[in-house]
């Protein structure tokens, strides 16, 4: 099991590779990944020290929860400032920061724009392996939405809408410690998705309201304790038709096909073209649009990505989803997502447990 400092030595090891001997973290992941902090705060890391400089407002919270010094600083440029004043002066800086006029000034404090640079990789490289305590955190979430798969057999009904069944939803996660990742891609937490609107694979919920014979595609993504779980099922109201009881089908025996090969030390975009091929081997190919997966962990989407261009290989310790899916234009579509994680012994688990059969609701 790894300790905070293993995770440092990680980051930092990372930044050599490219040069660099200390990091600026601005990013809320990142600093939470360093420090144990998720908040306002900006992360200074060398060879020697972790310190974390937060506004005045947070002292008190950091110095609970944060395992390095912390450090008060005023709210806004006094915090760069004081992260600045903590850097070395021969030091090479890199940083997460993508704030153009933050990057101009810590250029200007470094004086060479040569000992500044900018690198997310680092950090995702980083990141890429979890150790057990971070596995164990997606596979609470991951139970979380089991959960949340079984309160839908309740909710979905005749004369709901999407937008009424997210909202139930959000409150149960919540009062299982579970929140939305405040993904910047879209509006609303989760997806909700029934008939038309199914075949959107990142549709947002409206106030459509669910009919028998809808598909109702649920895509639930939620952080608990920092890290994020996603798992999709789709659920059918009422009697369907024989094309969609094939199509899901389809998709359930490609997402367990892929799950079946999947092991220590396989190209990821194997694991895609094992989904893939079977889905175009049923004519459904163009109506794959997306890849078949990608990393889990403190962002929603983060590296190894489980695509037919990815040049990454399944280790231990990575956390991953996998996720076919097919999409009728306008009709409807069908996808069912796990979260499966890699362990330090190279066991393969599946973290999320609801069945995947068709549920008729």
Not at 52 to 81: H, K, Q, Y
Not at 130 to 151: P, Q, Y
Not at 259 to 270: I, P, S, Y
């Amino acid at each position: 099991m790894l300790s905070r400092e293993h995770r440092v030595r990680k980051v930092l090891d990372e930044a050599y590779r490219i040069g660099c001997d200390t990091i600026i973290a601005f990013e809320p992941e990142d600093v939470f990944y360093l420090t144990g902090f998720w908040g306002e705060g900006i992360t200074v890391l060398n060879q020697s020290d972790t310190r974390l400089i937060v506004p005045s407002l947070e002292v008190d919270r950091a110095r609970s929860v944060a395992r390095c010094e912390v450090v008060e600083a005023d709210r806004g440029s006094s915090m760069l400032d004081k992260a600045l004043s903590l850097v070395g002066e021969d030091a090479i800086v890199c940083t997460d920061c993508t704030d153009n006029s933050i990057l101009e000034r810590m250029k200007v404090k470094l004086v060479e724009s040569s000992r500044l640079k900018y690198s997310k990789d680092v950090f995702y490289n980083a990141r890429k392996v979890k150790d057990e305590d971070e596995i164990e955190m997606i596979e609470e979430a991951s139970g979380i939405l089991d959960e949340l798969f079984k309160v839908c057999e309740y909710v979905i009904r005749v004369g709901v809408s999407e937008r009424q069944i997210q909202a139930l939803l959000m409150y149960e996660a919540m009062l299982r410690g579970a929140y939305p990742p405040s993904y910047r891609y879209t509006l609303s937490p989760l997806i909700i998705a029934s008939g038309i609107n199914s075949s959107l694979p990142h549709a947002e919920p409206t106030d459509r309201i669910v009919s028998v014979g809808d598909l109702i595609t649920v895509d639930l993504t939620l952080r608990y304790k920092g890290y994020i779980a996603d798992a999709t099922r789709t659920f059918a109201l009422g009697s369907i038709d024989r094309e969609k009881e094939h199509v899901y089908h389809t998709v359930k025996e490609a997402q367990q096909r892929a799950l079946e090969a999947l092991h220590e030390g396989m190209q990821c975009r194997e694991v895609d073209g094992i989904a893939r091929s079977y889905i175009e081997g049923e004519g459904y190919g163009k109506m794959f649009i997306h890849s078949t997966g990608h990393g889990i962990g403190l962002d929603v989407h983060e590296p190894p990505w489980i695509s037919r261009n990815s040049q990454d290989r399944l280790v231990r310790g990575m956390c991953i989803t996998i996720e076919p899916g097919i999409y009728i234009a306008g009709r409807y579509g069908v996808r069912i997502e796990d979260s499966i994680a890699i362990h330090g012994d190279g066991r393969v688990v599946v973290m999320n447990r609801y069945t995947k059969d068709l549920v008729k609701l």
